[in-house]
Each structure stands twice: as structure tokens, then as C-alpha cells.
């Protein structure tokens, strides 16, 4: 079952080259600790279900970028196509009205609905390529403008047209310290309306990953790039083959439904959170990956064993809410084939209270802007009016209050 990605405004085209090329990269690189026969079956794995082949025997990546200028596009275009080992098929970029860059309802309000037909049909086409579709993972930025806008209008798009295929947005969650003025505006809209059209939110922080670079990596000087490649492994992590019983790698039967089936029990809990230890000794492995996941105790009694991680600290119901069982509340897939070129590696994804603190944060600094209608004109001269600020607010905060009270 193939994955359609659909990479949106300059955030998610960066971010999905690196996550192609990750993936292809680990597709081909030294087998670890599996046989031939083994690895030949991770890599068709891996190819059909992120990639399809043309005539010439060149890879094409299962996306779709889409931009409102045509620069970052074209040099995604370019350096995949460079790299002579994949590129991209399908892409559009429209012209943007100027001085509408950091503005979500020129994307969504007008700049989304007046190319709906011409994104949609290439959608479709790469859609078309697919013997068996999985779903859509749609990559974009929750702050920016434009891209955001369109981002959800997209979204939105998808599940009008593709009701019963599964829909996972990766967002990236803005610097607390902030980029642009009205990144919280953004932050809301983007938020409110991925809630009512997504299946689920697989977020990151910019501040957590700037973390990893400066204090995991030893990076001096980050850049938007060291930012990237590690967003790229983390993602690639989490969509890579398993180990099957019958001794070959496979696919989960569907890697989006069976991220979903249990991260996501209910519509108002859609945000994920992702985690990754890249590679650690085989003693620290597990403690440190879910400590830094945020989990909650018990920790310390885990163990690693061959370097296979026991799965014993999870089975306290003290860690889940009181109407999920810890025997539906935690998987676990296992490869033995090295990921990336480490041999040890961990990710978890979940579906805690670890994003409630600052989506509550990003709330109230929006409300505080709106409370004294601060910059409101930039969005109701595009028709974004006032009780669409207050919906997306009213929506917001009863995600919060359901998080709290789990």
C-alpha cells in the first residue's frame, strides 16, 4: 500500500526532499544485521511505498509539491534530480499576490480556492499511480502564511475527495521566541481546521529540535538544514519496514492506520508527538528515549536484551488514562535491519499531554492579539471574519480541556 505525500509552501518541500532522500538513502545502504534475500525485501518495501519507477529505471518519489512561487520548488526539483538516484514527478506553483506571504487567508480564503482544480488534479494523477493506497501524509508548516493557509485548504480538499483514505498532516510547531508577528494567528487557524479535516497530527517543535542539534549533535552553527535532516530521520523511522514472521520484511498492512488505530481513540485527541534516539548504547537505549518522550515512571526497570528493547515498563496502567488498557495503549514493531546506518535506534510516537502546554500557550498569546483586534484587518480583508477566529479559539480550548482531563 503506497503513501501520497503532498508537500506544501517552502517548509514542506525543504522538509520533504530531506525525508525522500533519507529513505531512499536507507533503502540502499549496508544490509546491518540482515541477510541479502532480507534486505532485497526491504528495499521493494521501502520503493513501493514511497516510490514508482520510470522507463529508465529512475525512482520517482509518490509527491506532490505545491508552492506559491516558484524557487523552492525548483531547487527541490533540482537537487533530487542531481542526485541521480530519485526525482520528483508531479509539482505546481501558482504567483502569489504580493505582500500576502505571511497571510493564512490569502492562502486559504483565496489562493487555495482559486488553483482547488489545477492542485487537485495532480493529486489525482499520482493518486492514479498507486496500485493500493494507504493515505495521504501531508507536510507543512503551522505558522507560516501562505503555505499554512493552503495547507489546510488542501486538507480539507482531501477529505472531501478522499473520504476513506486516512489523512496525517506533519506540522511544525514555531519557536517559542517567534518568527513572524502573526505566527499565532496562524498557529490557530492552521490548528482548528487540520482538526476537523485531519486524521491526525504528527507534530514537531522547532525548539526541541534545535535541541537535538545543539545538545545531541555538538551543531555550532544550526541551519535550517541540520534542522531538516533530523526531522528527516525521525519521520523515516517511523515509516520503516518490519520484520515478519514469515522472516521477510513487509510493510505494516497499513503504516498510517496502524499509527492511528490506537494514538488517535477519539477525534478531539489527534496530536502526536515524536521522539528519537538515532543511536545509544545498548544500557541507556530505552531509558533515554522515553524520558526524553515524556513518559511518566517506571523507567528505570526497563531493559535492553540483544539489543532488542522489553516492553515490560509499559505495561503499567499508571501510565494510560483509566479507559485505555496499556495492552491497546502501547505497540511495538521490532526490525533487526539497521535504519539510517545505525544499528540501535528508537522512536516513539504518542498521544500524551506533552503538547498541551504550548498549544495552550500559543492560545492565549493569539487571544491577547485578538482581544485588541491587532492585525485583524490582514485577515478580514481575505474573509477570514471575526467569529472565524472565535470558532477556531472555541475549538482550540476544548482540545486543551479534553487533554486536561484525561
Same mark, same amino acid.
Given at each position: ?31 546491518? !544485521? ?14 513501493? $511505498? ?19 512561487? *516558484? ?30 506571504? #505571511? ?62 483514505? !486516512?489523512? =496525517? ?16 494567528? #496562524? ?8 482538526? $476537523? ?18 545538545? &545531541? =549533535? ?11 535532516? +533530523? ?22 498492512? #497499513? ?24 543511536? =545509544? ?14 513518559? &511518566?515512571?517506571?523507567? $528505570?526497570?526497563? &531493559? ?12 503499567? *496502567? ?8 496499556? +495492552? ?20 516513539? +510516537? ?17 487571544? #491577547? =492579539? ?37
Amino acid at each position: 500500500m503506497s503513501i501520497v505525500t503532498v508537500q506544501l509552501g517552502q517548509c514542506g518541500n525543504q522538509i520533504g526532499f530531506e525525508v525522500f532522500d533519507t529513505l531512499f538513502s536507507d533503502s540502499h545502504s549496508s544490509q546491518g !544485521l540482515c541477510s541479502k534475500r532480507e534486505n532485497e525485501a526491504y528495499q521493494a518495501s521501502c520503493k513501493e $511505498r514511497f516510490f514508482s519507477e520510470e522507463e529508465n529505471g529512475v525512482p520517482i518519489a509518490r509527491a506532490v509539491l505545491v508552492d506559491m512561487e *516558484p524557487k523552492v520548488i525548483n531547487q527541490t526539483l533540482s537537487k533530487a534530480a542531481q542526485s541521480g538516484r530519485w526525482k520528483y514527478g508531479q509539482h505546481a506553483y501558482f504567483c502569489q499576490k504580493q505582500g500576502s506571504g #505571511n497571510n493564512w487567508a490569502y492562502g486559504y480564503s483565496v489562493h487555495g480556492p482559486r488553483h482547488e482544480e489545477s492542485i487537485m488534479n495532480i493529486i489525482q494523477k499520482e493518486v492514479e499511480k498507486c496500485d493500493s493506497l494507504s493515505g495521504f501524509f501531508i507536510i507543512m508548516s503551522m505558522a507560516g502564511g501562505t503555505g499554512s493557509g493552503i495547507g489546510a485548504f488542501v486538507t480539507q480538499n482531501l477529505q472531501d475527495q478522499y473520504a476513506h483514505s !486516512l489523512k =496525517m498532516n506533519q506540522i511544525i510547531w514555531p519557536y517559542g521566541t517567534g518568527e513572524v508577528i502573526v505566527q499565532n494567528y #496562524n498557529s490557530i487557524l492552521t490548528l482548528s481546521h487540520l482538526y $476537523r479535516s485531519s486524521d491526525a497530527l504528527l507534530v514537531h517543535e522547532n525548539d526541541a529540535v534545535h535541541k537535538i542539534c545543539a545538545k &545531541l =549533535m555538538n551543531i555550532k552553527q544550526i541551519s535550517f538544514s541540520d534542522i531538516n535532516q +533530523v526531522l528527516a530521520h525521525q519521520l523515516g523511522s517511523v515509516f520503516q519496514p518490519v520484520y515478519s514472521a514469515e522472516g521477510l520484511f513487509h510493510y505494516r498492512r #497499513n503504516p498510517l492506520g496502524d499509527l492511528m488505530e490506537n494514538l488517535v481513540p477519539h477525534p478531539e485527541f489527534k496530536m502526536l508527538s515524536l521522539r528519537n534516539i538515532p543511536q =545509544m548504547s545498548e544500557n541507556s537505549l530505552a531509558y533515554s528515549t522515553f524520558t526524553w518522550a515524556g513518559l &511518566l515512571k517506571h523507567l $528505570r526497570q526497563m &531493559l535492553i536484551s540483544n539489543a532488542k528493547m522489553e516492553e515490560e515498563g509499559f505495561k503499567d *496502567p499508571a501510565l494510560y488514562t483509566s479507559w485505555l488498557q496499556p +495492552v491497546d495503549a502501547f505497540n511495538v514493531w521490532k526490525t533487526q535491519r539497521a535504519f539510517s546506518k545505525y544499528e540501535k535506534s528508537a522512536s516513539l +510516537v504518542s498521544n500524551s499531554q506533552f503538547l498541551v502546554k504550548p498549544l495552550n500557550m500559543i492560545v492565549g498569546k493569539a487571544w #491577547n =492579539m485578538f482581544a485588541s483586534k491587532a492585525y485583524l484587518h490582514q485577515y478580514t480583508k481575505f474573509g477570514i471574519e471575526e467569529e472565524d477566529f472565535l470558532d477556531s479559539f472555541t475549538l482550540l480550548e476544548q482540545v486543551v480541556a479534553s487533554y486536561y482531563n484525561l
